[in-house]
C-alpha cells in the first residue's frame, strides 16, 4: 500500500539503497563465513586472502551504493529526519564506515600474515556489524 502513495522521484534511490544494503548484508556475511572457515587448517592463507578481497572489492562499494541511495532517497523524498528509523540508519552507516576502514586494515594484516588472531579479529567485527545491519533493517521496514 505504501508504494502506491509513494512519489516516483524516490522509486530510484530507494531501490539503490535496497540494492546496495542487500548487496552489503551478503557481502558482510559472506566474508564473515571465509573468515569461520580460515580459522583453522592448512588453509587458512588463501581463505585469508578470499576475505580480504570480498571486503575489498564488494563490501566496500556496496557500503557506498547503500548510503549514497539512502542520502539521495532522504533528500528525494518527504521523509521527517527526526524519525527514529532515519537516525538508525545513519548512526549504524556512520559507524560502519568507521568499522569497515578498520576491519579493511586489520584483513590487509591478516592476508599478509597468512591468517592467524588478525583474521579472527576481522571475522568477529563483521559478525558484530552483520548483526547490526540485520536490526537496522528490522526498524527500516517496520518503523516503529
Same mark, same amino acid.
Given at each position: ?82 524519525? $527514529? %528509523? ?5 548512526? /549504524?552507516?556512520?559507524?560502519?564506515? !568507521?568499522? @569497515? *576502514? #578498520? ?12 591468517? $592467524? %588472531? ?5 571475522? /568477529?567485527?563483521?559478525?558484530?556489524? !552483520?548483526? @547490526? *545491519? #540485520? ?10
Amino acid at each position: 500500500m505504501l508504494a502506491a502513495i509513494r512519489s516516483g522521484s524516490v522509486n530510484l534511490p530507494l531501490f539503490l539503497h535496497v540494492v546496495g544494503a542487500m548487496l552489503l548484508a551478503g557481502a558482510v556475511g559472506a566474508t564473515a563465513i571465509l573468515g569461520i572457515a580460515g580459522w583453522k587448517g592448512e588453509r587458512r592463507a588463501l581463505l585469508s586472502t578470499l576475505a580480504f578481497r570480498t571486503l575489498a572489492l564488494v563490501v566496500i562499494p556496496s557500503y557506498v551504493l547503500m548510503r549514497i541511495g539512502a542520502q539521495w532517497t532522504l533528500s528525494a523524498g518527504d521523509y521527517d529526519e527526526d524519525a $527514529g %528509523w532515519v537516525g538508525m540508519g545513519f548512526g /549504524v552507516a556512520d559507524l560502519g564506515v !568507521l568499522l @569497515l *576502514l #578498520v576491519t579493511l586494515g586489520i584483513g590487509w594484516w591478516a592476508r599478509r600474515r597468512g591468517g $592467524g %588472531w588478525q583474521a579472527r579479529v576481522v571475522t /568477529v567485527l563483521l559478525s558484530v556489524y !552483520l548483526i @547490526l *545491519l #540485520v536490526a537496522t533493517a528490522w526498524v527500516m521496514s517496520a518503523q516503529p
